[in-house]
């Protein structure tokens, strides 16, 4: 039997989610009807008739029911992209747990009325000496943001003005100047909002001999735009588009250590996209979404391709996703939000890095990008390659399982370049032998050598600000936040900063709690172990890259790049500075205290610190000198530390899945996981009981559920709300989806108790 109601948005866009109008469905329809569909309704006073999306099935009548108006019928024709992004939301809600308002508003683009922006590149005007002394110049007056500009344009002499703006921080305030010295031209494309066509048709043509300008530029100073593919990357790439052409669509994992030529892979197969007239969407992580990640893509595709990410404004992603819509565009890069670009003819999704954080949203719908693209494509009739170096152990399982296919890639693709030399060294034992340096007595060699070769050095610790703690030496404590349950962490200026409210204090002279004086900095952050490297190594220049270093719009980018342009010889940095980034100088890379992940209260830190220290390694020697990296660690036998050293992704997956199945972990098992908030800890203790308890006689009879807690977050204070878990596990997910709209319902019949947030993750 179908439902009875249909709630209808007429325009859709993010704003106008919430104006919701409800319709009876007559019985004709009862059942036909599917959240997405275009439906005809009778609107307004005049019952003018109008076009609307479904977004939601009801049996809920919000008014008298007698005075709802009727759908007219079903829009017919194919069903567009908006239509299945509509669709998706609703099986977003019903498989993480959300309201469809805010599903809604996940795969729809935010509307903002800008001021029109017209397209531009920009190309650069000078060579030879000219450009030489323009860099110089602007190297003397550090104009940063220029010099940073001019490189990317001795690189590309043409970029296009969005990859700039995105990705470099490119503003007008900063080009226009250099315009008018004559060091750049800026040439106007054609805005997309134009109404006139003539003009369009001129401007198209413009546009494509910037393409063609941009690709010969390109020859000229030496690029491949492809490569020939080695026999493993041609295997891959033979094996999917075979099985792409008989018309299958299912997913593939490519297994590729670092530098092994996975996106190579992906631009051979996106070409063939492309020439069936289809679509790409590339999801890449924020972190590793580079500029010269973005560059290979635009040499080899030229303009059809746009990027997004976080930094730009609100109607520049729209502008984006506006150009997909009307398939003005063939390729979308970007972070995981990028999946919800509204292509009409979508035949591929590459997601790189698949197993990266960053695709989980932790805002609610805590969606995984993963699971959601796979179901994108399925609607679609996409195809979806997901590729590592250290596949998730959810996809290897499944590739294992041949649920997915699977390559594997595993020698470098240049021709000279060889994996990095591991080395553990034993923290405890150097403590023992006397060396209470952060710097192993092999590590401080190493960087000797480097320093003395004019080779460079990356250093990272696995967190920011770790232990960088202020505590009492007389009484033992540490400061706390006093509206968190972290403790607070100490910065250069002498404050102290919660990382989780924002809170600030200078640091205080006596200790709060019992009054003494001898309170001191204890611990190493990044900032620490900046100072100890100035003083073991003062010839070398350093640079430092970490959330506070950052913060700034452009900051990641300028360091990042003054490191590659060789104005330091060692970066240290939290995790951040080890993902995706090819520099060809690096030969050593030094993980400083590679257990402080172990010990993250989260059964993945085994998987976490594995893919950290593999990725890490495979930063160093991506040029033309071998690379070494160092592990030092107090756990040198933890089978993660292990498999990292000897950069074994298979010995490293039977491992940890023989402790995920042992212990009851995904993916061996699901996990849905019911996080629950409130102002009073009281009012949260007895709900979250009340709730396993009835979880318990209602769900779990006969079910095999595991039910754990409810036990206090890792963090059980935050801004003043309390905040408790509850765990259940069930091998089948299915089941996990019943038990969530079982506590869905019961919560909602308990509206008098009040929790004040609870959410639903499902893993
Ligand atoms: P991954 O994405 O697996 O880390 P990339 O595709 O970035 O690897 O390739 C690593 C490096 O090897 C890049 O500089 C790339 O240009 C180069 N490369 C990739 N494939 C080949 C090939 N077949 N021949 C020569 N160089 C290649
Ligand atoms: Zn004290
Ligand atoms: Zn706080």
């Not at 048709?201 to 494509?208: D, K, N, P, V, Y």
Request: proline share 4%.
């Amino acid at each position: 039997m179908g439902k009875l109601y249909a709630n209808v948005i007429i325009d859709i866009s993010h704003e106008s989610v919430d104006r919701v109008f409800q319709y009876r469905i007559p019985e004709k329809l009862q059942g036909n009807l599917t959240a997405g569909q275009q439906v005809y309704i009778p609107f307004g006073k005049g019952n003018k008739r109008r076009k609307g999306y479904v977004v939601e099935l009801t049996d809920d009548a919000e008014y008298d029911p007698d005075k709802l108006k009727e759908i007219e019928g079903i829009v017919p024709g194919s069903v567009s992209a908006q239509s299945q992004l509509i669709w998706l939301a609703w099986w977003m809600k019903e498989q993480y747990g959300s309201t469809m308002n805010q599903a809604l508003k996940t795969v729809l683009p935010v509307k903002q009325q800008v001021k029109e922006i017209p397209k531009r590149t920009i190309r650069l005007l000078l060579d030879g000496s000219g450009l030489k002394e323009a860099i110089a110049l602007a190297q003397k007056r550090h104009y940063t943001l220029r010099l940073r500009i001019l490189e990317a344009l001795a690189e590309n002499p043409v970029i296009p003005w969005e990859a700039a703006s995105a990705q470099l921080g490119a503003t007008m305030a900063a080009l226009k100047p250099m315009e008018e010295q004559g060091i750049i031209a800026l040439d106007e494309r054609r805005s997309y909002r134009n109404p006139l066509a003539s003009m369009e048709r001129t401007m198209e043509q413009l546009s494509f001999k910037q393409g063609e300008e941009e690709r010969k530029a390109g020859e000229r100073n030496g690029w491949e735009t492809k490569v020939l593919l080695n026999s493993q990357q041609q295997e891959a790439v033979d094996r999917i588009w075979n099985d792409y052409t008989q018309g299958s669509r299912k997913t593939w994992l490519i297994h590729g250590i670092t530098g092994s030529g996975k996106t190579e892979v992906y631009m051979e197969l996106i070409e063939r996209v492309l020439e069936q007239g289809l679509q790409v969407i590339v999801l890449i992580p924020e972190i590793s979404l580079t500029w010269q990640t973005v560059m290979r893509f635009y040499r080899r595709f030229g303009d059809r391709v746009s990027v997004l990410n976080s930094r730009m404004s609100q109607g520049e992603r729209y502008d984006q996703y506006e150009r997909a819509r009307k398939g003005e565009l063939d390729i979308i890069i970007g972070p995981r939000s990028a999946l919800f670009a509204p292509f009409e003819r979508l035949g591929m999704i590459i997601m790189d890095e698949e197993h990266e954080n960053a695709y989980k949203s932790e805002l609610s719908p805590r969606y995984h990008a993963r699971e959601v693209a796979a179901c994108r494509a399925k609607l679609s009739g996409a195809a979806l390659i997901l590729g590592s170096a250290t596949p998730s152990l959810e996809s290897y399982t499944r590739a294992l399982k041949g649920e997915y296919g699977l390559c594997t890639l595993d020698r470098r693709a240049k021709e000279d370049s060889v994996p990095p030399a591991v080395e553990v060294v034993d923290l405890r034992r150097e403590l023992k032998e006397g060396n209470k340096s952060i710097f192993s007595r092999r590590l401080t060699e190493l960087i000797e050598d480097r320093l003395e070769h004019r080779e460079q050095i990356m250093l990272f610790i696995n967190r920011r600000g770790y232990a960088n703690f202020v505590s009492c030496r007389s009484c033992g404590e540490a400061l706390r936040c006093p509206h968190c349950d972290v403790t607070l962490t100490l910065h250069k200026n002498g404050r102290l900063i919660c990382h989780y409210c924002g809170y600030s204090i200078p640091v205080p002279k006596l200790c709060p709690v019992c009054g003494s004086p001898y309170i001191a900095p204890f611990g190493t952050g990044t900032q620490k172990i900046e100072e100890l490297a100035r003083k073991q190594f003062p010839s070398a220049k350093i640079l430092r890259m970490d959330l506070d270093t950052t913060s700034k719009k452009e900051g990641h980018q300028e360091i990042l790049s003054a490191f590659a342009r060789g104005e330091a010889d060692i970066l240290i940095g939290t995790q951040m500075i080890v993902k995706g980034h090819d520099f060809p100088r690096v030969t050593l890379v030094g993980a400083l205290a590679a257990d402080l992940s172990l010990y993250a209260p989260d059964y993945r830190c085994g998987e976490q610190t594995f893919d950290l220290l593999v990725q890490a390694a495979g930063r160093a020697g991506r040029g033309r000198h071998p690379g070494t990296a160092v592990i030092q660690t107090y756990q040198p036998d933890h089978y993660a530390v292990q498999a990292a050293a000897s950069q074994d992704y298979r010995a490293f997956y039977e491992q940890e899945m023989g402790y995920r199945r042992l212990m009851g972990y995904p993916p061996a098992v699901g996990l849905l996981t019911v996080q629950m908030s409130s102002r009073d800890e009281q009012t949260l203790l007895s709900e979250a009981d009340l709730l396993a308890r009835y979880l318990n006689e209602r769900a779990g009879a006969g079910k095999d559920l595991q039910l754990i807690g409810p036990v206090n977050a890792p963090v059980y204070k935050v801004n003043d709300i309390y905040r408790k878990f509850l765990y259940i596990k069930q091998e089948n997910y299915d089941i996990l989806i019943q038990i969530r709209k079982i506590a869905e319902e019961y919560l909602k019949g308990r509206e008098a108790a009040r929790l004040l947030s609870v959410q639903y993750d499902l893993t």
